[in-house]
């Protein structure tokens, strides 16, 4: 699909008035035109002029500054969108031609609507150009013809070419229409090649030897006879169930409405393959082209469809329906078989406490958003920051053992905070220090416990950085005159080239 | 201007003799009260307790010196109880981690442990020395401390639980009083840290609903050699409801006692004679 004056028309949407408008960049000191408008192009405007050609041919131009990255966000967003039609979808940047347009598969999409394909693209345009977006669209077999065709100059908005006839389509299409790179389209001009079929004629080393490999590959991936592939940005879900609205809905109370009734059915279709969702998506597909989305996380797979409607209730606060939702999606995008072994929390008697567990985690994991719940279990380190790693918080553990001749702190420090210390040399602990604007007098100390860092683990920067010495670092247990205790170390030795330094890594109740 | 009570009620008492109920029969047993003892009669002790029973059992200290101070003889379970430190310690909430750590550790008979703190400086190897398995710990780290209140409510009201511990800034009437009716849903003792942010103080000055509120604070520990014994806190029941506040010195961690959070040491004074101390 071609998406013709994409930034103006983008711009027009967000409130631009509908007066001939430019955008411009500036090239060398010159501002130049970068897009221009569909009325700006009747008067005879061109990508490239300058901006003072551009303001005497039509005196009441609006011009703006060009924002690639803001056209390319809200391409994206368009493309999220056509997700209705069909899960894979991408957006088409300009890289080399200047043109936006998307990508739609819309493979074994296209029973779904009354009319097959011509009646889904026919949707599909008449939902954009109610926005006010221009779009030009072509159904092929192959990208690359797609591409050509709705690009060429046809009247008919939307072209559609079965399958196979590529060839005899695209031979009298110009050749820049092959998406080539600019000065490989203007060398194959110099040579009198102007359209495709011009370029299928030539042996096919002549012209590898001449502009590299784009041109013909180019062609075969039109003509099908090479693989194109496209990046989808999201992989397509399996179990995906959706609704359509006969008229826009945006009141919260029809929402959840929506997910009691989608939920089951998606639940239903997980249970008959015995599978249990880790994460559902949810779309809502609003009147005005934008998508928003919301998920959430499972601890354990379900297909506990009232659990799961009651997780995505609580996200639905986020969901701001504009105009109205005349569409919501919802999909499992991870999925696990049911027979996943359950948490060893020893205690846990019944089933039931372990599906109450589950859904506290699950709840507090999809309110405070991912990463924020885990458990913690055990590693073979000696350096303490190293010694706990996260785990997730329906995993079966490790049992913890301790080692009670070396007691650890109950507050660990993120980065230790280097102290002023007064000590004896050269393996005392100290005997006063100042932490947070505080002198402490110790009167009590246990230590020294020598840690060494892991050698093994050292990155490449690192071991320019720090000399050897402060790889080992001397731990000292200290309690101060009020009975407050801390977990002090000490790094660098005596008698090298610095002078040791401590620090206060943890406390200890 | 008005006379003493005393003075005043016959003029407005019509008939005394007809109306049992009436503030003389007061009097009498007001004045049959043991002299300057805080502790009720017997009977009525016991009156009380068959009214208000704690529904989910007790933690006892092991010690009559600080059972006899709550009641039912234990930390109520439960219910909703309040941790809070002093000094540096309400920045770093150090001992009140280990006080919550040794009564965790002792409660929800193995049950997850749910741990809700906006900052993640807890080190479960820490806690093994207070008799917390670190195994049991669900750490929850939320953006503040009213997130972390809400997320406290969630544990709790979910159920599946054994103790949930949070940290938070503030602990006012509304928020204490949602978490202890969420305690009560499923029967689980929710401990509540006071900590504030590095750098900022503030009083806490707001009065919870909490069934006890208590402080801790380091004391200097019986030396071994040049080395610190076991550490000691001066603990401080603040505010007990259905109890009555004192102080303790207690000695906790590094020990095999499985059954009991702490040790007490020593007994300090009546803390009714010390109102310093009421301030908390």
């Not at chain 1, 009441?60 to 056509?82: F, T, V």
């Not at chain 1, 299928?200 to 006879?225: C, K, N, S, V, Y």
């Not at chain 2, 401390?145 to 800034?169: C, K, N, Y």
């Not at chain 2, 009437?173 to 503030?202: D, F, N």
Request: aromatic residues 6%.
């Amino acid at each position: 699909m071609w998406l013709p004056y994409w930034p103006i028309l983008r711009l027009r949407q967000g409130g631009l008035p509908d007066r001939p408008a430019v955008t411009i960049e500036a090239t060398h000191g010159v501002r130049r035109l970068a897009a221009i408008g569909p009325d700006a192009a009747a008067q005879g405007l061109s990508v490239g002029q300058t901006l003072a050609d551009a303001r005497a041919l039509c005196p009441g131009l609006l011009a703006r500054e060009a924002d690639p990255g803001a056209d390319a966000r809200a391409l994206a967003g368009l493309a999220a969108w056509c997700e209705r039609y069909t899960p894979l979808t991408a957006a088409d940047p300009p890289d080399t031609t200047g043109e936006h347009g998307l990508w739609l598969d819309i493979t074994g999409c296209a029973h779904l609507f009354e009319g097959g394909e011509a009646a889904l693209a026919e949707d599909l345009q008449a939902r954009l150009n109610r926005n006010g977006l221009l779009a030009r669209c072509a159904i092929a077999g192959t990208p690359g013809a797609a591409w050509a065709l709705a690009r060429s100059l046809t009247t008919s908005p939307c072209t559609r070419l079965p399958a196979g006839r590529e060839r005899h389509a695209l031979a009298l299409l110009p050749i820049a229409l092959l998406r080539l790179d600019p000065k490989i389209t203007a060398g194959l001009r110099r040579l009198g090649l102007r359209q495709i079929g011009d370029l299928a004629r030539i042996p096919r080393g002549e012209i590898t030897a001449r502009f590299g490999p784009q041109p013909l590959l180019r062609l075969d991936q039109a003509l099908g006879a090479a693989e194109e592939v496209i990046a989808w940005p999201r992989p397509p879900a399996p179990f995906t169930e959706r609704l359509d609205f006969p008229e826009p809905i945006g009141t919260p109370e029809d929402l959840a409405r929506a997910l009691d009734i989608l939920t089951p059915r998606l639940c239903t279709r997980l249970a008959g393959q015995d599978q249990g969702a880790h994460r559902i998506g949810a779309q809502f597909f609003r009147v005005d082209n934008t998508l928003q989305r919301i998920a959430v996380a499972t601890a354990l797979p379900s297909h506990d469809a009232a659990y799961l409607a009651r997780l995505l209730r609580a996200q639905l606060e986020t969901i701001d329906p504009g105009f109205g939702i005349e569409a919501i999606l919802l999909h499992a995008e991870e999925t696990a078989g049911l027979a996943t072994p359950q948490a060893d929390f020893s205690e846990i008697a019944s089933s039931q406490e372990a599906s109450r567990l589950s859904s506290a985690i699950d709840r507090l994991a999809n309110r405070l958003g991912q990463g924020r719940v885990w458990r913690v279990a055990p590693r073979a380190s000696h350096v303490p920051e190293r010694a706990v790693q996260k785990t997730p918080p329906l995993q079966s553990q490790p049992a913890w053992v301790t080692d009670p001749s070396a007691p650890r702190p109950i507050r660990l420090l993120r980065t230790p905070e280097p102290l002023e210390v007064t000590a004896p040399v050269p393996d005392d602990p100290p005997i006063l220090f100042h932490w947070r604007r505080r002198l402490h007098r110790v009167r009590a100390a246990a230590g020294p416990e020598r840690i060494a860092a892991e050698w093994w683990r050292k990155s490449s920067r690192e071991s320019e950085a720090v000399p050897e010495t402060d790889r080992i670092r001397d731990y000292y247990r200290v309690e101060d005159t009020d009975g407050a205790r801390f977990w002090l170390f000490r790094t660098g030795l005596h008698g090298g080239g610095r002078t040791p330094r401590w620090y206060l890594h943890g406390l200890f109740p | 201007m008005r006379p003493p009570f005393p003075l005043v009620r016959p003029s407005v008492q019509s008939d005394p003799d007809s109306s049992p109920v009436s503030p003389p029969a007061a009097h009498p047993v007001r004045t049959g009260m043991p002299k300057g003892a805080p502790a009720l009669p017997p009977h009525l002790a016991a009156l009380r307790d068959s009214i208000r029973p704690p529904r989910f059992g007790v933690l006892a200290f092991g010690d009559p010196r600080i059972d006899a101070y709550l009641p039912g003889g234990g930390l109520a379970l439960g219910q909703l109880h309040e941790i809070g430190g002093v000094g540096v310690d309400r920045e770093t909430g150090a001992l009140p981690a280990g006080f919550a750590a040794a009564l965790a550790g002792r409660i929800g008979g193995g049950r997850p442990v749910f741990w809700i703190a906006p900052r993640p400086d807890l080190y479960p190897h820490g806690l093994t020395g207070f008799g917390l398995d670190p195994g049991r710990l669900v750490l929850v780290c939320p953006d503040d401390s009213d997130t972390t209140l809400a997320a406290m409510e969630t544990a709790l009201r979910e159920g599946g639980a054994g103790v949930v511990v949070g940290e938070v800034e503030t602990l006012d009437r509304v928020a204490s009083r949602r978490l202890a009716l969420a305690c009560v849903q499923h029967g689980i003792t929710c401990l509540a840290l006071r900590r504030w942010p590095y750098g900022r103080h503030g009083e806490d000055r707001d009065t919870s609903l909490a069934a006890t509120r208590w402080r801790v604070e380091a004391v200097p520990s019986e030396r071994e050699g040049r080395e610190p014994g076991p550490p000691r806190w001066l603990l401080a029941l603040t505010q007990a409801r259905g109890g009555r506040p004192g102080e303790w010195i207690v000695e906790a961690g590094e020990s095999d006692d499985a059954t009991y959070p702490v040790r007490v040491v020593a007994i300090l004074a009546d803390p009714a004679a010390a109102p310093r101390r009421l301030a908390g």
